[in-house]
């Protein structure tokens, strides 16, 4: 399977990192199945004066599902929202899974997310919400264990207009 990253460098070598801020999965290090969507993430560098790098990767899916303790979310529904909201708060498990993956809880999914959160929304509601988007995936590596099945394929430096 070909995964992607975003970023100012090239990451030949990933690392888990500790987050500057609460991610949807917590720490560690994250990729797409859409090299759009990790395009798109890029385009925050350019406006901090830093190169835009895309990331090519192969991830082994088969030996890392029979190997590790993977968590796939499907879909936003409840489970879901549950565990990124812990996450975002910093209450989640750091170590409970070695790979997550799901939808991904951008901008607009997250308005959904916080209204839950504060009280604004049940959760029936953030549901029923979160079903009119069309989300993207995120697979992010949790563990040291997790890196073994990436391989770095390549890089691409994007230009501004890209």
């Given at each position: 399977?070909?995964?992607?990253?975003?970023?100012?460098?090239?990451?030949?070598?990933?690392?888990?990192?500790?987050?500057?801020?609460?991610?949807?999965?917590?720490?560690?290090?994250?990729?797409?199945?859409?090299?759009?969507?990790?395009?798109?993430?890029?385009?925050?560098?350019?406006?901090?004066?830093?190169?835009?790098?895309?990331?090519?990767?192969?991830?082994d899916a088969k030996g890392a599902t029979a190997n590790l303790s993977v968590l796939t979310f499907h879909k936003a529904d409840e489970l879901w929202l549950r565990y990124v909201v812990a996450n975002r708060s910093g209450a989640g498990n750091p170590d409970a899974y070695d790979i997550v993956k799901g939808p991904v809880a951008n901008d607009r999914v997250y308005d959904v997310v916080e209204a839950f959160e504060i009280g604004d929304y049940s959760e029936d509601e953030a549901i029923s919400r979160l079903m009119a988007f069309r989300l993207t995936d995120q697979v992010v590596f949790k563990s040291e264990s997790s890196l073994r099945y990436l391989v770095f394929d390549s890089s691409e430096e994007l230009g501004n207009d890209e």
């Open positions: 399977m070909k995964l992607f990253h975003g970023s100012y460098l090239v990451v030949s070598v990933p690392q888990i990192l500790a987050p500057a801020r609460m991610l949807d999965f917590g720490a560690g290090f994250y990729t797409t199945t859409d090299s759009g969507q990790a395009r798109n993430f890029t385009k925050r560098f350019a406006h901090m004066n830093k190169k835009r790098v895309m990331n090519s990767y192969t991830y």
